[in-house]
C-alpha cells in the first residue's frame, strides 16, 4: 500500500477506536521474544532516514537488543498497519527501506566494531530467515546460503505466508533444502508441495529430509498443534530414520489477537534449542511461548 493512504488509514483507526504502536515485523517479533525470553540475538534490518528509524533505535536501545541497521536514505523505514475485528486481523502494509536491504550491508555489518557476529564454527549457532524477507532480498538469502551457513552454523527457515511460497517457490525451495530447521504452517507446506512437485506434505518432508540439510520441520497446525517430521538424531551425528511425531497445543482460554504466533512459536523453539534442550522440550516451549503471545495486543508475551 502507499505510504500516504497507509497513513491515511491509521490516523483513520486512531480516531474511531483503541490504537497501539509496537515494534514489528515477522523476524523482529522474533527477536524480541527471544530477548524476552533470555538469548541475546541479532538483529538485521534496513531503515530510513526518518523519526521513526529513531525510535527504533531508541526501542533496541532500551530492550537491550543488538541491531545491525543499513540507513537508506531515499526511502522510509517501513509501516503496517493492523487492524482487529474480534479475533480476525487485517494487515496493510508498506515494507519501505527494508526492500532495500542488501548483501553489501549484511557482509559489513557482518564486523561490528572489530567484532564478527559469527561464532567459531565449531560452535552452535542459528541464522533465521522468514519467509517476507525472500521477495525482495533473494541475492542477501543466497549470500547467506553460499558463504554463511556450514558445520554448527545451520539456517532456519519460516516460510511465512502461503502467497510468499506461491510467488517466490524456486528461491523458497532453494532455502529450504539448506534450512536444518523448517517452520511453516499446513497451507505453507501444502504450497511448498506443489511447488516443488511433491504429491503430499509427507512426500515434500521426505525428500527434504533424505536429498537436503533438512532436520527438523514443524509444521503448526494452530489449535490442533504440531507436528513434527525429523531425522534428527543428536548435533554432531548423522541423520538417523525418519519419524512424525505429534504435539497437542496448550488451552487458550481467551484469544485475544493471533497476529505474530508463529514468530512466537519460533523464538520459543529457538530459545529452548540454543539451551540445548530436547526436541520434544524445545517444541513444548515453543507452543507454550505462541499459546501466552495469543492472549495479549500484538506479538508480546504478557507482563510478569
Same mark, same amino acid.
Given at each position: 500500500m502507499?505510504l500516504e ?7 483513520e483507526a486512531?480516531e474511531?477506536?483503541?490504537c497501539?504502536?509496537?515494534?514489528g515485523?515477522?523476524a523482529l517479533?522474533?527477536?524480541r521474544i527471544l530477548?524476552?525470553?533470555g538469548t541475546?540475538p541479532t ?9 521513526h528509524?529513531?525510535e527504533?533505535r531508541l526501542?533496541?536501545r532500551?530492550?537491550g537488543?543488538?541491531?545491525?541497521l543499513?540507513?537508506i536514505e ?8 493492523c487492524?482487529?475485528?474480534e479475533?480476525?486481523p487485517t %494487515? ?9 536491504f542488501s548483501v553489501?550491508a549484511?557482509?559489513?555489518a557482518a564486523?561490528?566494531?572489530g567484532?564478527s !557476529?559469527?561464532r567459531?564454527?565449531e560452535r552452535?549457532q ?7 524477507f ?5 541475492d542477501?538469502?543466497d549470500y ?5 551457513v556450514?558445520?554448527?552454523r545451520r539456517l ?8 510468499i ?5 524456486q528461491?523458497? %525451495?532453494?532455502?529450504?533444502r539448506?534450512? !536444518?530447521?523448517? !517452520?511453516?504452517?499446513?497451507? +505453507? !507446506?501444502?504450497?511448498?508441495?506443489a511447488a516443488?512437485g511433491?504429491?503430499?506434505?509427507d512426500?515434500l518432508?521426505?525428500?527434504?529430509l ?19 517430521i525429523t531425522?534428527y538424531?543428536d +548435533?554432531?551425528g548423522p541423520?538417523?530414520p525418519i ?7 496448550p488451552r487458550?482460554e481467551e484469544?485475544v489477537d493471533a497476529?505474530g504466533a508463529g514468530?512466537?512459536?519460533?523464538a520459543?523453539?529457538l530459545?529452548?534449542?540454543? +539451551?540445548?534442550r530436547? %526436541?520434544g522440550?524445545s517444541?513444548?516451549m515453543a507452543?507454550?511461548?505462541a499459546?501466552?503471545?495469543v ?8 507482563s510478569?
Open positions: 502507499e493512504k497507509l497513513n491515511k488509514l491509521a490516523l486512531a474511531s477506536s483503541q497501539l504502536t509496537k515494534p515485523g515477522s517479533n522474533t527477536a530477548k524476552q525470553l541475546d538483529f538485521f534490518g534496513a531503515v530510513g532516514a526518518d523519526k528509524a529513531e527504533l526501542i533496541f532500551e530492550r537488543i543488538e541491531a545491525r543499513q540507513t531515499s526511502t522510509h523505514t517501513g509501516q503496517c498497519v487492524l482487529m475485528y479475533d480476525n %494487515l496493510y502494509a508498506n515494507i519501505g527501506a527494508s526492500a532495500q553489501q549484511l557482509s559489513q564486523i561490528h566494531e567484532q !557476529f559469527l567459531p564454527l552452535k542459528i541464522l533465521y530467515v522468514e519467509g517476507f525472500v521477495p525482495q532480498c533473494a542477501v538469502c547467506i546460503v553460499e558463504n554463511l556450514r558445520n554448527r532456519a527457515l519460516n516460510l511465512s505466508a502461503p502467497y511460497v506461491r510467488g517466490h517457490a528461491t523458497i %525451495l532453494k532455502l529450504a539448506h534450512a !536444518f530447521f523448517l !517452520f511453516g504452517n499446513g497451507q +505453507e !507446506f501444502e504450497e511448498l508441495a516443488s511433491s504429491p503430499s506434505v512426500q518432508a521426505e525428500q527434504l533424505r536429498e537436503g540439510q533438512t532436520r527438523v520441520i514443524c509444521i503448526t497446525k494452530g489449535s490442533a498443534g504440531v507436528q513434527v531425522n538424531v +548435533e554432531l541423520p538417523g519419524s512424525v511425531e505429534d504435539y497437542r497445543a487458550v484469544l497476529t514468530d512466537a512459536f519460533v520459543g523453539f530459545h529452548a534449542w540454543l +539451551e540445548k530436547s %526436541l522440550e517444541i513444548r507452543t507454550d511461548v499459546a501466552k503471545v492472549t495479549q495486543v500484538g506479538c508480546n508475551l504478557p510478569p
